[in-house]
T-cell receptor, first 116, second 118 residues
Framework: GAGVSQSPRYKVAKRGQDVALRCDPISGHVSLFWYQQALGQGPEFLTYFQNEAQLDKSGLPSDRFFAERPEGSVSTLKIQRTQQEDSAVYLCASSLAPGGDLNEQFFGPGTRLTVL | AQTVTQSQPEMSVQEAETVTLSCTYD???????LFWYKQPPSRQMILVIRQEAYKQQNATENRFSVNFQKAAKSFSLKISDSQLGDAAMYFC???????????????FGKGTHLIIQP
């Protein structure tokens, strides 16, 4: 595709609901990242995939957060039993290769999650 | 762990003037990448400029240039001939040279809100 796309762009959830956020990376990009951006803050790293393998999930804030990329392309970030502190913009980024000069990350527009 | 600090929450500049955004970072690594990203109100993050730590020459992209001081761990962004379209949040970011083991994600500062006065 032309760029990284994310859906939905906006999501309102009641506290305790489960949500699923989708990311479509640029076609052919090996690496995929999820970030969480709280209001007025910089993005914070959540997790990283290289193809279908989740190589780093050190940034996931709790076991309510789960991410997958089963076929090495589309990724889904799932948040179970949402809480108010989960309200943030969730950004997805992809890069052609994990290292070297091809590691530029291209970002999607984000999903703004509001938990009431 | 690496940290990135942007000490200017907001900066304002007159159109056509020059502005410098500050960024400092802390790391024990000798090889790494530094980036400046622009995030307009639409929220899509766009890469402005990147610098490899092993390169002594400061990166330049048209009106955007950096002043990279490795010993001081400083990485400032200079925008020349500011334009209304430059108005956005600007984030400084760090990435380890090495991949794997938690090094792949970007570490961002809190951002600087740049206002362009017409």
């Amino acid at each position: 595709g032309a760029g990284v796309s994310q859906s939905p762009r906006y999501k309102v959830a009641k506290r305790g609901q489960d949500v699923a956020l989708r990311c479509d990376p640029i076609s052919g990009h090996v690496s995929l990242f999820w970030y969480q951006q709280a209001l007025g803050q910089g993005p914070e790293f959540l997790t990283y995939f290289q193809n279908e393998a989740q190589l780093d999930k050190s940034g996931l804030p709790s076991d309510r957060f789960f991410a997958e990329r089963p076929e090495g392309s589309v990724s889904t970030l799932k948040i179970q039993r949402t809480q108010q502190e989960d309200s943030a913009v969730y950004l997805c980024a992809s890069s052609l290769a994990p290292g070297g000069d091809l590691n530029e990350q291209f970002f999607g527009p984000g999903t703004r999650l509001t938990v009431l | 762990a690496q940290t990135v600090t942007q000490s200017q929450p907001e900066m304002s500049v007159q159109e056509a003037e020059t502005v410098t955004l500050s960024c400092t970072y802390d790391t024990s690594e000798s090889d790494y990448y530094l980036f400046w990203y622009k995030q307009p109100p639409s929220r899509q993050m766009i890469l402005v400029i990147r610098q490899e730590a092993y390169k002594q020459q400061n990166a330049t992209e048209n009106r955007f240039s950096v002043n990279f001081q490795k010993a001081a761990k400083s990485f400032s962004l200079k925008i020349s001939d500011s334009q209304l379209g430059d108005a956005a949040m600007y984030f400084c970011a760090y990435r380890s040279w090495y991949s794997g083991g938690g090094a792949d994600g970007l570490t961002f500062g809190k951002g600087t809100h740049l206002i362009i006065q017409p």
